[in-house]
């Protein structure tokens, strides 16, 4: 299974795996305008966190209908960050929204050790994209989270993309490692990484999924670069997951296909007990909701 996408992917949802989703610091009308239209779909349920007389006062503007969903109140964006994590710790929901809350002081209470969301696994970022010429969506990783990771941390990247792609149905995601160019170069340390990734693969230390690597953008997205560069694979032109040298690159290429390539995009931090949507302060109402239905769709399998 595989999504063209986002369309796609809010149809695959039944009534039998609804999830529940924490907000924090809820009060932030886009976030509950995304929620109060999964929740009207039967998609979700909502328990929304943070200072209680602010949110009702936003849920004025929705005439009702998200007069049912829980609230628990937090006096400071901190311990809402943090009342949301124990939601998640204690069986309450199964994944995280942010709301009007710093990014910093959500990551902050997510990766401590006294708020039972750690694993002892990385956590990482991945980001959805459906860009319009390409015919499915695709996943960019490390966009947000590990700055410069380490050849392991690229093994734990990989292996958390692929884990929540098959949580979502996904049977072998395919994986390209991303560089400049295909051959090794030992002066560009990311074609040396890509090349022993591709080894652990080969050994079966990296399983359920095909990883090849290193691979430029152009012959990972372009069956016709590929071709004219005599190069084949059956990755090229079908690639799910871009994994890219660090941080920088893929959060320049993320906004780049976002901004100038009129691509669609949900944001997750994975890794954690439970998936975190993370969304921008500038992401639109739609993007939000694709973030939603993104976490729910990996909090299937995630316990």
């Known amino acids: 299974m595989v999504f063209r996408n986002f369309e ?14 924490v907000v924090a610091a809820a009060q932030d009308k886009s976030a509950l305008t995304a929620v109060n239209a999964c929740r009207k779909d039967g998609l979700i349920d909502a328990i929304l966190v943070g200072d209680e007389a602010l949110i009702r006062e936003e849920i004025k503007h929705f005439h009702g209908e998200m007069d049912d969903a829980p609230i628990v109140h937090a006096e400071t964006l901190e311990e809402a960050a943090k009342k949301a994590c124990l939601c998640v710790r204690d069986g309450q929901a199964d994944f995280i929204l942010k709301g009007k809350i710093d990014t910093g002081i959500l990551l902050k209470a997510a990766v401590a050790e006294e708020n039972g969301l750690r694993t002892g696994k990385l956590m990482s970022h991945l980001a ?7 015919h499915k969506i695709i996943v960019l990783t490390d966009s947000g989270m590990v700055l410069y990771p380490t050849l392991e941390q690229k093994r734990e990247i990989i292996e958390n993309a692929v884990e929540n792609l098959r949580n979502m149905g996904y049977d072998e995601p395919k994986v390209g490692i991303l560089a400049a160019v295909e051959k090794v170069n030992p002066k ?19 399983k359920d999924c095909i990883v090849e690597g290193p691979l430029s953008y152009d012959i990972l997205m372009s069956r016709e670069s590929a071709h004219k560069k005599g190069f084949d694979s059956e990755l090229v032109g079908n690639a799910d997951i871009l994994v890219v040298p660090n941080m920088p690159c893929g959060n320049i290429l993320g906004k780049a296909l976002l901004f100038s390539a009129e691509a669609d ?8 007990k439970a998936p975190i949507a993370l969304t921008s302060r ?6 939000k909701r694709q973030s939603l239905l993104l976490a729910a769709a990996c909090a299937k399998g995630a316990k």
């Open 8 to 21: 796609e992917l809010e149809g695959s949802f039944h009534a039998s795996s609804k999830k529940t989703v």
């Open 128 to 134: 959805f994209l459906k860009i319009p010429n390409y």
């Open 188 to 206: 560009q340390p990311e074609t040396v990484d890509a090349a022993e990734l591709t080894e652990m693969y080969r050994r079966g230390e990296i």
């Open 265 to 272: 995009m949900a944001g997750l931090i994975v890794g954690a």
């Open 282 to 287: 500038g992401a639109t109402e739609k993007e």
